[in-house]
């Protein structure tokens, strides 16, 4: 049972365009939500979070769009660059009994043509 | 600076071996965590500790183990390793619970299980 989707595995964008990366969701208790960027041979890195109590985070060209009653997220990236080429995956976080973990979605690989 | 490092970077073993890989932080961070990443899967948590003599199980652990005896490190050992646990190993750390804390990756090891 996957309770976070990233439906698209890959997206092609033409460099200077908008890219939008999308993530879905299906357990309401999620409280925190994350993206992560990846480039090959390297671990994931961290890139933009938001709150389950807000809707929007902006961090410069990196803005995350939450939809709680839909229960998707999506990232904006804009403009896009060739170095922005990665595999991007959202995570969401459960606490459960003063525990807590992290939901990873499959990964969406971006590619940002020059 | 403050890293976090795994090693072996890649290792090939034979069905039925011990294998443990190591993961060293110098953060300082309370929190460790074991993922795998796999296509079609994202990444999965192993097991994840919150600080020395901690260990807990997450959503992949059957075949795994960890331990904890100092803050800088969480080996993680497979008992006898299977094919199934061919996959690339993440391991990662953050500093507390708080709203807003993220998780650093390491660069990740390769394991081939023959």
């Known amino acids: 049972d996957q309770q976070v989707k990233q439906n698209s595995p890959s997206l092609s964008v033409q460099e200077g365009r908008i890219s939008i990366l999308n993530c879905d969701y299906t357990?309401?208790?999620?409280?925190?939500f994350l993206w992560y960027k990846k480039y090959p041979a390297e671990g994931p890195t961290f890139l933009i979070s938001?709150?389950?109590?807000?809707d929007k985070n902006e961090d410069g060209r990196f803005t995350v769009f939450l939809n709680k009653s839909a229960k998707h997220l999506s990232l904006h990236i804009v403009p896009s660059q060739p170095g922005d080429s990665a595999v991007y995956f959202c995570a969401a976080r459960l606490v459960t009994s003063g525990t807590y973990k992290y939901i990873f979605g499959t990964g969406t690989r971006l590619k940002v043509l020059a | 600076d403050a890293e976090i490092t795994q090693s072996p970077r890649h290792k090939i073993t034979e069905t039925g071996r011990q294998v443990t890989l190591a993961c060293h932080q110098t953060?300082?961070?309370?929190?460790m965590f074991w993922y795998r990443q796999d296509l079609g899967h994202g990444l999965r948590l192993i097991h994840y500790s919150y600080g020395v003599q901690d260990t807990n199980k997450g959503e992949v652990s059957d075949g795994y183990s960890v331990s904890r005896s100092n803050t800088e490190d969480l080996p993680l050992t497979l008992e006898s390793a299977a094919s199934s646990q061919t996959s690339v190993y993440f391991c990662a750390s953050s500093e507390s619970r708080r709203q807003k804390e993220t998780q650093y990756f390491g660069p990740g090891t390769r394991l081939l299980v023959l």
């Open positions: 953060w300082n961070h309370n929190n």
């Open positions: 357990n309401s208790m999620f409280d925190y």
């Open positions: 938001i709150s389950s109590i807000k």
